[in-house]
Each structure stands twice: as structure tokens, then as C-alpha cells.
């Protein structure tokens, strides 16, 4: 390709024998030739104005793309109400719920110390006491504050006084009597801070040591509730009952032996597969952070709408400093700590009902070997027999032991199906989540490529019409041109007929001045001197007066007559009218209204001197 354009050589002329010999066609194919690669058909493109096209469409694009920009920060905006909304409710709810508990719990403290404080109560003595060991508190409380509190406001109001009594002498020449004062103020004050920096570090060491108290496992365990304890081995009351035959109670005393050691085994086997859990009750986060995520999953009940994501949305702004995958680290340990510590406490309370069964079915086995052995004395049942006895009693421990160890193997099945059924709707909700994001990713791609296509439409478009564009601001220039020509010759005809009229008015006024000037020789008054012509009336007056004058004679005729346009006739003009109301309205500068104007006829049609050339653009066209 060598880059040349050959589509003006593609003749559109019709061609053959019987063509060829038309003299219009060979004309035209004569043109083509004459013309060659170029067209004067085809102006050259003018690349400033395609420049200030492209200016213009970047500038549309950039207020389209701030638009865009502006409709995502409102809608941000509103989900981030929304959610601030949804928030504001949950709190809210756990408000009333905090305000509800902390009522209850001082209602039950006014009535425990009511209670406590009566004669008939067996803790009176106690509750006494805790009454004057609360006064001493508050005794100990206000000799602290004044010790600590009361001398710093003290000295703060001593400061503002000094202040307003000294403050206008600092930057005069009588700075100097206050410096020595300023210096002992500044000591002061320096020794104050240091006795509330080694105040505030005591108490800082007693708060720490009384957390540490608060935190200890024996108040953990009487405020919280401690598992269930459970002695291991065999219970000595199982040891002190009596049973007629030895190895029938050796044989029942070991099953508390082999129920320890199942429950053992299942309990070690629950602390190894949660080793992870027990290696930090905070899941290796501060404290407070911990304590912060577990409220605010608190707060949001099961039954709310989109709840993992409000209490998300909440935990990442309360916790600024974590990111979400550390989020949803924590969450999943804070799940499997709640399962271990329910399950460990299920198999603690299992066991030590088991063992309480155990004992309670031993106690029952004796007594049946002592009312058998009663039995075979009374009745002389032989040896065998009681033999029998015995085996059948085993027979029947052997059998609660197989019901026992059947129902904690349900048991056990029920509490993995419900684990493994936790676990299916987390991965359900998290596939939602997931599908959710697809989707949403599947719009914005749909979105982005659906804005691509309407670009280039958009792009093909304004080609387009640039092409039309150029065309017809072509066409219309060599219609001007045309125009203009023909206006210069109106013009340049207007204004030889105006300097001809100019001319002729020129001598109509010389004549008339000759005429007027032979009429006032004519007229010329000769009169005598005559003083008392000043106190008679003059012509003039007696003319108004009817006084004198003849019927054919009108002096009060104007010398020449008036032509011209009255306001009222200007005011009756519809395009005055309707130009009027369009700039009232705001509208004069619209293309509609400009050409509602121009199409508007006056009351008097045009004269033909008025009338527009005979070229117009619709026949240039045609031709």
C-alpha cells in the first residue's frame, strides 16, 4: 500500500458505445481527468477546528466522568447512612437491654441489702459491716480528694487571679517586679507536678494489682461459673458401702475407674483437637480488642438482617488498627473457643452424672445382693444359685454400661451432626457472599463494557456528524459567498440611489430657499414708527382669535408635513410583541425563538424592493 487515495479515479459515469458518444458524458469524464488525484469537491481539513472538536469532546467527557464520580460518592454516601441507620438501631436495642439489666441488678441490690439488714436475716452482721466498710471507702475517698484534687483547683484559681492582676505588666518596663514571683509560681507548680506524677504511678501500680485480682482463676471461677468438678477415681462413699460378696463390689467399684478413663481420653482428645483455642483465652489479641469483638457480636441477634455484615461493618470501624483477614481470623477462633468451652463443659457435666448414675446403680446392686443373700438364708438357696444371682447382677451392670456407652456414642454423634451442620451453613453463607461478589463483579464488567460500546457509538456518531458537519459549512460557504457578492452589488445600488436622492433633496432645499427668500422680500413689513403698536394686538393674536384674516388662509398650517412612526404603531408590531414576551420569559436567546422571529410577518407585507434575491440556497442546491 502506498498510502495514495484512488477513489477519485472510481468513475461513477456510465460507460459503453452508446454513452461514450454523449457529449454531457464526456464532458464529465474530461473534469476528471483535468482534476487528477485531487477534488475540488473536497475542501482541505482544517485541524484547528478539528482540535477545538476534540478540546470540546474531552471536556464533555471529563464533566461527564465528574458527574459519574458524583453519583458514586452520593450513592457511597447513602449506603454508608444506611448502615450508620442500622447501626444506630442495634445500639439502641442493646441500650434498652443494658438500662433493663442495670435496673434489675439494683433492685436486686436495694433488696439484698434491705434483706440482709434485717434482724431476722442470718447475714445482718455482714451486711453491717459492708455498710461501715463502705463509709470508710467514702471517708478515705473525700480525704484523698482533698489531699490531691482540691489543692490543684486551688492553685488554678490562685494562677487565674495572678493572672488578671499581673498579665498587663508582661512586655512593659515593669516586667521585672513580677519575675521573682513568676519564678516561685514556676517552681510551684513544677513540684506539684512531680507529686501527681509519683500519685498518679501508685495508683496506676494499685489498679494494675487489683485487675490482677479481678482477673485471677478463683474470682473467674465464682463469678463465671466454674465447670463442674468431678473426683477422679473411685467416689469413697462407693468404698463405704457394704455388699455381701467381694468381687461383685470390685467388679462394680472398677466400672468408676473405666468410666474416669473413657471420660478422660474423650476430654484429652477434645483439648488436642482445640490446641489452637487453648494456648490464649484472647486468641492472641489485646484484651480490650478482644472484649470490644465479642459486645458487638453480642449486640446483633441471630434474627437480624444481614447480620455478619452490620456487625463487620461495625467491628471495622471500631477496631481502625485490624485489618478483615484478622477479623475473620478472630471470628473463627472466637467460634471454635465457644464450641470447645460447650463441649468441655457438656463432657464435665456428662461425667459427673454418670458417676452420680454409677454410684446410684451400685447402691441399688448392693442392696439387691443383700436382699438375695437375705433371701438365700431365709430360704436356703444354695451356693449356685446365689451364684447365678451375682452373675445376673453383673449381667445387668454390663448391660447399663453398654446403655450408658450407647447413649454418650448418640450423644456424641448428635453434638458432631450439629458441629458439622454450624459448619455447612458458615461455608453457605460464605458460597452467598461469594456468588454475591461474582454478581456484583459480573455488573461492573457488563457496565464498563456496555460504556465502551456506547464510547464508540458515541465516537462513530460525532465522525459523523463532523462530516456533515464540514460538508454543509462547505456548501453554506459558497452559498455566502455567493450571497455576499450579490449583497455588495445591492448595497453599492442602494447607495448610488441614496446619493442621487441626497442630491435631488439638496436642490429641492436650495429652491425652496430661493422661493422662501423671494417671499420674504415680498412680504418685507415697511412701516412707520409708531410707539403705541407695542399695547395693540398683532396680527397673529387677532389670526387665533378669528380677528381679521380671510376663509382660504390656515396660518396655523405647518410649513411641512410629518412621516414617521408613531408608539403606537410600534407598540402593534407582533414581532415587537412576541420578542417582548420571549426576553420576559427568558427565552430570546433559544435557536427555536430566534427562528419563530424571523419567521414572524409584520402588519404591512414586504414592498419588492423588500423582498430577498432570487438565489436561495434550496435552488443553488438543486443546481
Same mark, same amino acid.
Not at 35 to 61: N, T
Given at each position: ?32 481527468? +483535468? ?32 458527574? !459519574? ?86 492553685? +488554678? ?207 441399688? !446392686? ?51 451432626? +450439629? ?71 445591492? !448595497? ?34 415697511? !412701516? ?96
Amino acid at each position: 500500500m502506498t498510502g495514495r487515495d484512488y477513489r477519485p479515479f472510481v468513475s461513477e459515469q456510465r460507460v459503453g458505445n452508446r454513452e461514450i458518444g454523449r457529449p454531457e458524458e464526456a464532458d464529465k469524464l474530461l473534469l476528471r481527468m +483535468k482534476q487528477g488525484l485531487g477534488s475540488s469537491r473536497y475542501a482541505a481539513p482544517d485541524y484547528e477546528k478539528l482540535k477545538a472538536l476534540a478540546l470540546d469532546k474531552k471536556i464533555a467527557a471529563n464533566r461527564t466522568l465528574i458527574k !459519574v464520580n458524583k453519583l458514586a460518592a452520593i450513592s457511597k454516601a447513602s449506603r454508608e447512612n444506611s448502615l450508620l441507620k442500622q447501626h444506630k438501631m442495634v445500639w439502641d436495642k442493646e441500650l434498652r437491654k443494658l438500662e433493663s439489666a442495670r435496673k434489675i441488678a439494683e433492685d436486686e441490690h436495694e433488696d439484698l441489702i434491705q434483706r440482709g439488714t434485717s434482724e431476722e436475716s442470718s447475714i445482718s452482721m455482714f451486711m453491717l459491716d459492708m455498710e461501715d466498710y463502705t463509709l470508710q471507702l467514702a471517708a478515705q475517698l473525700q480525704e484523698f480528694q482533698q489531699a490531691t484534687a482540691d489543692p490543684i483547683w486551688t492553685l +488554678k484559681e490562685d494562677l487565674q487571679a495572678w493572672l488578671a492582676e499581673n498579665g498587663h505588666l508582661v512586655g512593659t518596663d515593669q516586667m521585672g517586679e513580677v519575675l521573682d514571683q513568676h519564678a516561685e509560681i514556676c517552681c510551684t507548680i513544677d513540684s506539684v507536678k512531680q507529686q501527681q506524677d509519683r500519685i498518679m504511678s501508685v495508683l496506676n501500680k494499685e489498679q494494675r494489682e487489683l485487675e490482677m485480682d479481678l482477673n485471677s482463676s478463683t474470682l473467674n471461677k465464682i463469678f463465671t461459673g466454674a465447670e463442674k468438678f468431678v473426683v477422679e477415681g473411685i467416689p469413697e462413699e462407693a468404698t463405704e458401702l457394704s455388699c455381701p460378696h467381694k468381687a461383685l463390689k470390685e467388679s462394680v467399684l472398677k466400672e468408676f475407674i473405666v468410666l474416669d478413663r473413657r471420660y478422660k481420653g474423650m476430654l484429652k482428645e477434645l483439648d488436642k483437637r482445640h490446641e489452637f483455642v487453648r494456648r490464649s483465652d484472647t486468641g492472641e489479641w489485646d484484651p480490650n480488642d478482644h472484649f470490644t469483638f465479642q459486645a458487638l457480636v453480642e449486640q446483633h441477634t441471630h434474627d437480624l438482617p444481614n447480620r455478619r455484615t452490620l456487625y463487620m461493618d461495625r467491628l471495622r470501624r471500631q477496631l481502625p488498627h485490624k485489618t478483615r483477614a484478622e477479623l475473620v481470623e478472630h471470628e473463627e477462633w472466637v467460634r471454635s473457643h465457644r464450641y470447645y468451652n460447650n463441649h468441655r463443659k457438656t463432657l464435665i457435666n456428662t461425667w459427673a452424672k454418670s458417676k452420680q448414675e454409677l454410684y446410684n446403680k451400685a447402691e441399688a !446392686v448392693f442392696a439387691d445382693a443383700f436382699l438375695a443373700e437375705e433371701l438365700q438364708r431365709v430360704s436356703l438357696i444354695n451356693h449356685q444359685k446365689q451364684q447365678e444371682i451375682c452373675q445376673q447382677l453383673y449381667e445387668k451392670i454390663q448391660l447399663w454400661r453398654e446403655q450408658k456407652m450407647e447413649a454418650e456414642r448418640l450423644e456424641a454423634e448428635i453434638e458432631a451432626r +450439629k458441629q458439622e451442620k454450624m459448619e455447612k451453613q458458615r461455608i453457605r453463607e460464605w458460597e452467598i457472599e461469594q456468588k454475591r461478589r461474582a454478581a456484583d463483579k459480573e455488573k461492573i464488567g457488563e457496565f464498563h463494557t456496555r460504556l465502551e460500546k456506547e464510547q464508540e457509538m458515541a465516537e462513530k456518531a460525532n465522525q459523523q456528524r463532523l462530516e456533515e458537519l464540514q460538508r454543509l459549512m462547505k456548501v453554506q460557504a459558497e452559498h455566502d459567498q455567493e450571497r455576499v457578492s450579490y449583497r455588495k452589488e445591492v !448595497v453599492a445600488r442602494k447607495l448610488q440611489a441614496r446619493q442621487e436622492e441626497i442630491e435631488r433633496k439638496l436642490e429641492e432645499e436650495q429652491e425652496k430657499e430661493r422661493r422662501l427668500q423671494a417671499l420674504r422680500e415680498t412680504v418685507q413689513p415697511i !412701516v412707520e414708527t409708531d410707539p403705541m403698536r407695542i399695547l395693540q394686538a398683532t396680527q397673529a393674536s387677532n389670526a387665533r382669535l378669528g380677528i381679521g384674516i380671510e376663509e382660504d388662509i390656515n396660518i396655523q398650517k405647518p410649513l411641512f408635513d410629518l412621516k414617521g412612526f408613531s408608539a403606537d404603531k410600534v407598540i402593534s408590531d407582533p414581532r415587537l410583541k412576541l420578542e417582548q414576551e420571549l426576553r420576559r420569559a427568558g427565552l430570546h436567546t433559544n435557536p427555536y425563538a430566534m427562528k419563530l422571529l424571523s419567521q414572524t410577518k409584520p402588519l404591512r407585507s414586504r414592498t419588492k424592493d423588500q423582498e430577498s434575491p432570487p438565489i436561495t440556497y434550496g435552488s443553488w442546491s438543486k443546481n
